[in-house]
Antibody, heavy 123, light 106 residues
Framework: EAQLVESGGALVQPGESLRLSCAAS????????MSWVRQTPGKALEWLAD????????LYVDSVRGRFTISRDNAKNTLHLQMDSLRAEDTAIYYC????????????????WGQGTLVIVSS | EIVLTQSPGTLSLSPGERATLSCRAS?????LAWYQQKPGQAPRLLIY???NRATGIPDRFSGSGSGTDFTLTISRLEPEDFAVYFC?????????FGQGTKLEIK
């Protein structure tokens, strides 16, 4: 059974940086696209970024492009999210999730999620 | 960018009743997924590819629709089904979620 465990959430000040990690187990991590998704205090879900199994292709939502960087270490079965220039509106629970779908189609979803890690950006 | 609009915002029903949740997309021709989220938990995939149940999901959950209009139906509500439900689509290299429907006990 796939298991994802996030870590690294914290209380930080606006403008600061934070690095989140997600440890994966129970499945061949190197075979899957992986994503970061956040949930705001108002409970809205927002997909942030995903990364190709080999780390060669990365996609971002406009709201974080240029500030956040997704990466992975397949040798350690770990996904990361480097978050720079944090803003108050980045306050959320951050989840890592496993992408599943059919290549070159719109049939993509998330079939495994971690428990989330809380990031609070406040002065 | 696809915008997903879920309705109603809140649905009040009793155990044993049938629940019908709606998700409307601003653009057509994409598959839809549905997730269930309970307080303090991560979302859980229920339906993918518009109508396929994820592993371990009871058959009282079903998804349907096409184009821009999609529906999640729970045929007979169990106490554990009261939760928040989100729809999701993938298109133009990004994922989009609806704002959620809260299913509460009447």
């Amino acid at each position: 059974e796939a298991q994802l465990v996030e870590s690294g959430g914290a209380l930080v000040q606006p403008g600061e940086s934070l690095r989140l990690s997600c440890a994966a187990s129970g499945f061949p991590f190197r075979n899957y696209w992986m994503s970061w998704v956040r949930q705001t205090p108002g409970k809205a879900l927002e997909w942030l970024a995903d990364i190709h199994p080999e780390g060669t292709n990365k996609l971002y939502v406009d709201s974080v492009r240029g500030r956040f960087t997704i990466s992975r270490d397949n040798a350690k079965n770990t996904l990361h999210l480097q978050m720079d220039s944090l803003r108050a509106e980045d306050t959320a629970i951050y989840y890592c999730a496993r992408d599943v779908g059919i290549s070159k189609s719109s049939n993509w979803s998330f079939d495994a999620w971690g428990q989330g890690t809380l990031v609070i950006v406040s002065s | 960018e696809i915008v997903l609009t879920q309705s109603p915002g809140t649905l009040s029903l009793s155990p044993g009743e049938r629940a019908t949740l709606s998700c409307r997309a601003s653009q057509g021709d994409s598959y839809l997924a549905w997730y269930q989220q309970k307080p303090g938990q991560a979302p859980r995939l229920l339906i993918y590819g518009t109508s396929n149940r994820a592993t371990g999901i009871p058959d009282r959950f079903s998804g349907s629709g096409s184009g821009t209009d999609f529906t999640l139906t729970i045929s007979r509500l169990e106490p554990e089904d009261f939760a928040v439900y989100f729809c999701q689509q993938y298109g133009d290299s990004l994922y989009t979620f609806g704002q959620g429907t809260k299913l509460e006990i009447k």
